[in-house]
């Protein structure tokens, strides 16, 4: 008689949570995401890189991407099995597609947020989320040195 030992599926852990597309739900963004990080079983490293990740994508929602009246959506998922923490922030400005811009000139004010996130991030990009918006997304691991 064969047994199989059963296999425990990898526990996915989601954080999603609406915001308004103002710098005070930037910040918020920010301090709920760092709260939520600091309970999951990750490096302190990645909670570092995910936090900063986090507060630049949702200064640009509130900037870049803000409709009047609407929010933005934050959401963080951990696969526990890979160690890869997903950021992803939906606004409604679909139209407004994130691009890494020129190299900003020192005296610059602004221009390097994206540049952050790609330099932060494993991986990044852009998804269309219907009817009207934008999901920006980021993965952030363990890197091997």
């Known amino acids: 008689m ?10 996915v852990r989601t954080f999603a949570q609406r915001l ?7 910040r918020l963004a920010r301090l709920l995401a ?4 600091h309970t999951w079983p990750v490096s302190p490293a990645v909670t570092e890189r995910a936090e900063q990740i986090v507060a630049e994508l949702a200064a640009n929602a509130a900037l870049h991407g803000h409709v009047r009246g609407r929010d933005f959506r934050l959401t963080l998922t951990l ?7 997903r950021i992803e922030v939906t606004d409604t400005r679909g139209e407004k597609l994130p691009a890494l811009p020129p190299e ?4 610059d004010e602004s ?17 269309p989320y219907a009817p009207s918006g934008k ?8 890197r091997s040195g």
């Open 20 to 26: 308004s597309s103002t710098r005070r739900g930037a």
């Open 34 to 37: 760092a709260e939520e990080l």
């Open 135 to 142: 999901t920006v997304w980021a993965e952030v691991g363990s």
């Open 2 to 11: 064969n047994a199989t030992t059963p296999q425990l599926a990898p526990t």
């Open 104 to 107: 900003p000139q020192p005296d």
């Open 79 to 85: 696969n526990e099995a890979t160690g890869i923490v």
């Open 111 to 127: 221009g390097r947020g994206l540049l952050l996130v790609a330099a932060l991030a494993d991986r990044w990009g852009t998804e």
